[in-house]
C-alpha cells in the first residue's frame, strides 16, 4: 500500500477554560502532519443507510477528532477540517473514516 498522500491529523487539546460554553471560546489543536493513503468508498452503516466516505489509512497508531489536507488547511477555520466519524486500529495501520454525504438511490 502507497503512503504517497499528506494529511495533517488535528487532536483536540483539553481546555485550560472551565467556561468551553461561552460565544468567543476557540479549540485548540495539536497538529500531526502524516503520509496517508486516500480512498474514497460508499459505506453502508447497521441502519441500511448508505454514505459517501474517504477512508484514510495512516502507518502506525494515531489518535484524531479531525483532519485537514494541506493544500485547503488553514489553522483555527473549521470549513477547512474534517470531522472523523471512525477510527480503526489494524497491525501497525490506522484506519480514519470521513463520511461526506449521504448517498441517495432513485429508484423507478
Avoid at 459505506?43 to 484514510?56: F, L, M, N, P, R
Avoid at 497508531?61 to 470531522?83: C, L, R, V
Wanted: without cysteine; negative net charge; hydrophobic residues 30%.
Amino acid at each position: 500500500m502507497r503512503y504517497d498522500q499528506d494529511v495533517i491529523l488535528l487532536k483536540r487539546q483539553p481546555s485550560t477554560n472551565d467556561n468551553t460554553e461561552t460565544l468567543d471560546h476557540v479549540d485548540t489543536y495539536t497538529e500531526t502532519r502524516v503520509k496517508a493513503n486516500l480512498q474514497r468508498a460508499n459505506v453502508t452503516v447497521g441502519t441500511g443507510e448508505t454514505y459517501e466516505a474517504t477512508i484514510i489509512r495512516v502507518f502506525g497508531e494515531y489518535e484524531a477528532d479531525k483532519i485537514a489536507f494541506p493544500q485547503t488547511y488553514k489553522p483555527g477555520d473549521d470549513s477547512t477540517m474534517y470531522n472523523v466519524q471512525t477510527v480503526q486500529h489494524h497491525f501497525r495501520r490506522t484506519d480514519f473514516f470521513i463520511a461526506e454525504s449521504e448517498v441517495v438511490w432513485h429508484v423507478g
